[in-house]
């Protein structure tokens, strides 16, 4: 074999012995198996989740799947990577090492014991916290324990100390919940409660956690009586929404908040609650703040309180509602702009100064190259019956022979 190989991408050899035999790229996190190979650890792991039971270099049976670091090459290869930074090479950071399965095992039987010092449980919740945010792998196998469980009962625990309760509720967050853990909360009042109080806690973080329990609850919850259980609770609207008023230099809440009000409005009953607490307010204002999937969220959102009386009133009211809708048609994505035409076709079917408003916005042309798009069927019927509803809105001169105007047909807008 030879000492080194033809360099891959940079402008230098790169040593062989610091290349994975697998993916022939440079090692990031070494580790050797029980036949002496070294390898990098996602090839190799790849390599026996697909179910191969042999060593890739030597063939020889894999009779233990332990894998070792090898600290001592990951050195090395760091000390390469510094030595050749001129060359653009970039040194590898230390990998977190996996999480030991005993250990975790340990950490979570000590959170869970009603009988432990309530720091001990503190701390190996602490500790777990840490192990769930180093990576998936861990997140998996914390999982795989039956973490779930145990620490929806520390959440809603009253042996223990709010700290306990708060640091089981930051790491239950990170995982995702089955439907009988949903229900577990739902159908219980007294816990939805407790979650709804959280969310005016002085501790952000807490509150950020709590609406984030929430929505997977409410979105988790298949009956419709539990789901609606959840969306009726006093105040729960309010605290939702007041996260959302936070200022953007916290992302986090304002992705959780989005995230809980839209599955709590998907209950048709309690929507006007989340008019009363100053909903369409807050979506107009902070609708420009939003990422692309939060703001998809957030225009879903406006067209559902929008089938609300209260809610189209309330959109009708804001100064930037309509402009805003209009702007977006086209702007954001396929789903953005189903949304948007939505909600522009129920505000205008109720208000003549919204048909206005559209108008003066512009909407005519961004509906005629809607229709003309590949946007969603939906989408291009929400628009020509848009377009139909506001013909006699238009200035005469806007759609040129207005006698042969007609919704269904394709429109050409001259450049």
Known sequence: MPG?????????????????PISLE???DPVTVCTGQTYDRPSIESWVATGNTTCPVTRAPLTDFTLIPNHTLRRLIQEWCVANRAFGVERIPT????????????????ASSDSAPTQLRVNSLRRLRGLARDSDKNRSLIASLGAVQILLTVV???????????????ILVMFSLGENECEFVASDLDKIRYLSMLLFHSSMEVRVNSAALIEIVAAGTRLPELRSQISNVDEIYDGVIDLLRNPI???????????????????KQTRHKAVAAGAP???????????????????????LLCRVPAGCAAFAEHALTVALLVKIILKISERATEYAAGALLALC????RCQREAVAAGVLTQLLLLVQSDCTERAKRKAQLLLKLLRDS??????????????????????
């Open 4 to 20: 080194s190989l033809e360099p891959l991408d940079l402008g230098v050899q790169i040593p062989y012995h610091f290349r994975c």
């Open 26 to 28: 440079l090692m990031r």
């Open 95 to 110: 990998p977190k090492q996996p999480a030991d399965p005993s250990m975790v095992r340990s950490l979570l039987n000590q």
């Open 156 to 170: 809603f625990s009253c042996n223990g100390s709010d700290e306990m309760n708060h640091e089981a509720l930051a």
């Open 249 to 267: 230099s916290f992302p986090r809440a304002l992705k959780i908040g989005i995230k809980a009000l839209f599955a709590l409005c998907l209950v």
């Open 281 to 303: 307010e807050v979506l107009v204002d902070r609708l420009a703040d939003f990422e692309k999937c939060d703001a998809e969220r957030a225009l879903a959102t406006v067209e």
């Open 349 to 352: 079917s109720e208000s003549e």
């Open 394 to 415: 238009w200035p005469q001169d806007s759609i040129g022979n207005s006698d042969e105007f007609a919704c269904s047909q394709v429109l050409v807008v001259p450049l």
